[in-house]
T-cell receptor, first 113, second 115 residues
């Protein structure tokens, strides 16, 4: 069985400060993990993915995430927030053979000027 | 060119009606999905097709019937619409899972409102 928990439903940061969005996962199989972003009234766009290669994954727009098996975590970070980063972020877990993607409940990121 | 497109973008209808949402992808992908996003932004998979064959059918009322006429299209037909069907429905596609899960590409969504 697989599940994913996004620990914060809302995160507020000031422009130019670091962003940390937390995600913990559970998987009976070797997981693949994804972060997607959804801007208001838009579809979802992939930020980055982990599929058992390097544990530190770099994505688009300066985002990165680190896979930590011992902590079953895949937190998303960015060194400096931009106003355009304000959106909903989803952590997703999947595994070979399941054909399913399990979405977290989302974290709404607010960036303050 | 739009990679994954959905029509219509908005759909407002009365309870009890039957409606369809269409999805097309021009990425050459073999796998397509339907998701439902509720008012709290929770995304749940409904169906998945691979090469026109149904591979995932979650606990969705049988009023919902997906149809895949070819690999590039996955339509969703909903009979006897209920208030609880109001949501945003997303179509997505990905390459076949030959070596594990692949990136999904999402359409812009169809906002369904049942009155």
């Amino acid at each position: 069985a697989q599940s994913v928990t996004q620990l914060d439903s809302h995160v507020s940061v000031s422009e130019g400060t670091p962003v940390l969005l937390r995600c913990n996962y559970s998987s009976s199989y070797s997981p693949s993990l994804f972060w997607y972003v959804q801007h208001p009234n838009k579809g979802l766009q992939l930020l980055l993915k982990y599929t058992s290669a390097a544990t530190l994954v770099k994505g688009i727009n300066g985002f990165e995430a680190e896979f930590k098996k011992s902590e079953t975590s895949f937190h998303l970070t960015k060194p400096s927030a931009h106003m355009s980063d304000a959106a909903e972020y989803f952590c997703v877990v999947s595994a070979s053979g399941t054909y399913k993607y399990i979405f977290g409940t989302g974290t709404r990121l607010k960036v303050l000027a | 060119d739009t990679a994954v497109s959905q029509t219509p973008k908005y759909l407002v209808t009365q309870m009890g009606n039957d409606k369809s949402i269409k999805c097309e992808q021009n990425l050459g992908h073999d796998t397509m999905y339907w998701y439902k996003q509720d008012s709290k932004k929770f995304l749940k998979i409904m169906f998945s097709y691979n090469n026109k064959e149904l591979i995932i059918n979650e606990t969705v009322p049988n009023r919902f019937s997906p149809k895949s006429p070819d690999k590039a299209h996955l339509n969703l037909h909903i009979n006897s619409l209920e208030l609880g069907d109001s949501a945003v429905y997303f179509c997505a596609s990905s390459r076949t899972w030959t070596s594990g899960p692949n990136e999904q590409f999402f359409g812009p969504g169809t906002r369904l409102t049942v009155l």
